[in-house]
T-cell receptor, first 109, second 112 residues
């Protein structure tokens, strides 16, 4: 059983559509990170959220940390083919970073 | 480019063999982390070293070991390899703790 559950596992959409990816847990995290990974490369950090209820924006990406610090969401507005990749959430749990299984996003032009 | 380097990029070997993966962290980073990524398990934390000392341990098998040297580069040793060890192995580094980790490009290991 994953400590962090991500949904959906796979998402295929058309360019210009909006989407939301979810990261849920029954555990409380002191911080939560979102990464994007492209084929053949390592994950790249997009954002870290620390405070419950926090919202951070990165261009067309909006990240939200749940009030109870148990869940997070990533919303992409007007998706583009360049957004294609594996999106991973990761929570700081003890001294370790625990990753969700990821959401594979494919944006078709 | 994250500043973290890993060698080799690809490795093909046979069951029962031993391999060593190498990682050089970003300049100034004291912590090195090793992760294994496979299709069925996702990205799994293996072990963390901080300034030469083991700091945290994850799902690392007894057949696997790691160390961090005085120049802060790290090696991950995998022995008695099994087919199921085939995976991508990532190294990441950070200044100290788990705040921002920078991942290397990974080593793709194939055990035949």
């Amino acid at each position: 059983t994953q400590l962090l559950e991500q949904s959906p596992q796979f998402l295929s959409i058309q360019e210009g559509e909006n989407l939301t990816v979810y990261c849920n847990s029954s555990s409380v995290f002191s911080s939560l990170q979102w990464y994007r990974q492209e084929p053949g490369e390592g994950p790249v950090l997009l954002v870290t959220v620390v405070t419950g209820g926090e919202v951070k924006k990165l261009k067309r990406l909006t990240f939200q940390f749940g009030d109870a610090r148990k869940d997070s969401s990533l919303h992409i507005t007007a998706a583009q083919p360049g957004d294609t990749g594996l999106y991973l959430c990761a929570g700081e749990y003890g001294n370790k970073l625990v990753f969700g299984a990821g959401t594979i996003l494919r944006v078709k032009s | 480019d994250s500043g973290v380097t890993q060698t080799p990029k690809h490795l093909i070997t046979a069951t029962g063999q031993r391999v060593t993966l190498r990682c050089s962290p970003r300049s100034g980073d004291l912590s090195v982390y090793w992760y294994q990524q496979s299709l069925d398990q996702g990205l799994q934390f293996l072990i963390q070293y901080y300034n030469g000392e083991e700091r945290a341990k994850g799902n690392i098998l007894e057949r696997f070991s790691a160390q961090q040297f005085p120049d802060l580069h790290s090696e991950l040793n995998l022995s008695s390899l099994e087919l199921g060890d085939s995976a991508l192995y990532f190294c990441a580094s950070s200044v100290a703790g788990t705040e921002t980790q920078y991942f290397g490009p990974g080593t793709r290991l194939l055990v035949l």
